[in-house]
Each structure stands twice: as C-alpha cells, then as structure tokens.
C-alpha cells in the first residue's frame, strides 16, 4: 500500500526535477500530490487522517512512557520527589504528567508561533532520538571496556565489581594490579 501511495504521489507531483534539488523541507510534498489530484479539499483530509492516525496515538504514547520515566527516576531519587507521587483515584503520577502536559503544550505552542517552528521541531526530535538509541549503544560497547581504566571502581554487566586497571575476574591489565571481581 505505502508503494502505491508513493508511486501515485510521485506521478502527481507538479515539479519532480524542483523537488529532487531542493528536497522538502516543509514536508508538505504528499499533500501537495494530494491537491493535484483531486483538489485542496483532499489534501485537508490527508492532513487531518494523519494527524488523527499517527500525531494523537503516537503523542499519546510518548507522553505516557516520559511520564512514567520521570516517575520511576523521581521514586528513585534521582529527580525532584514530586514527581513521585501517584494520584490515589487512578494510581497514575499526577504530577508527572501533569509536568510533561505542560511542556509539550508550551514546546508546540511556541514552535507554531514560529516561521521554521515545525522544521526545528522535528530536527530536535530527531536528534534527540538518535542520542537516545546512540547512547546506550555507546556506553555498553565502550563503557565496560574503557571504564576500569579511567573509573575508581567500576560494575561490570555481569554484576561483579573490579578494582581500578582489572578485568573481569582479576585479570591484570596495563597497570598490572589484580584485583577480585
């Protein structure tokens, strides 16, 4: 289906050769194919069945998982304590959510009062997911390796601990100590 939707879009689109140099950075090109083929009343509901299909749930979800993020750091005392309470009617952190509305509706607020508030939007989200997926990676690949040698004691994904300049199960490194694991 997204093949034949692409397909019939490249078809519409009133200037290829434009489009292929200067790219998109609106966004807008699907819904312009839309307007072509049958008027701006379709590209309307094109807009209004993604933003109700995919925008809703999708923010939806992201607003429920950073909630709860920001609750189990706050339960564990790495974030202020309010954010740890949980409303006792439905047992969901209020305050919580309630932090993470209020950003959001402020974030997209001020970006649509913005020229380029849309197109920076989706930058910084961008960016910001691609952090997120890089920085686990990196530090599980370069942290248990590079870690003992530059941290006072260092936990090993195994659990056991090493002393500075050790490996796993006291094999000596460079700086030649031994140490327990």
Known sequence: MFIAQTWVAAILTPDPQALIVGG??????????????????LATVCAVATAVA??????????????RLLYAMARDRQLPAFLAKVSRERNVPRNAILLVAVASLTLGLSMSARGDGIALLSS?????????????NASGSCGSV????????????GGGRSCPGSLPGGTPTRSGKECES
């Open 24 to 41: 998109d950075p609106d966004g807008t090109a699907f819904y312009t194919a839309a307007q072509v083929a049958a008027g701006p009343w």
């Open 54 to 67: 995919w925008g809703l749930p999708d923010s939806m979800v992201a607003q429920v998982a950073i909630s």
């Open 146 to 157: 590079w870690a003992c040698w530059s941290w006072p004691v260092c936990i090993w994904p």
């Open 124 to 136: 910084l989200i961008n960016f910001g997911a691609l952090t997120a997926f890089l920085l686990p």
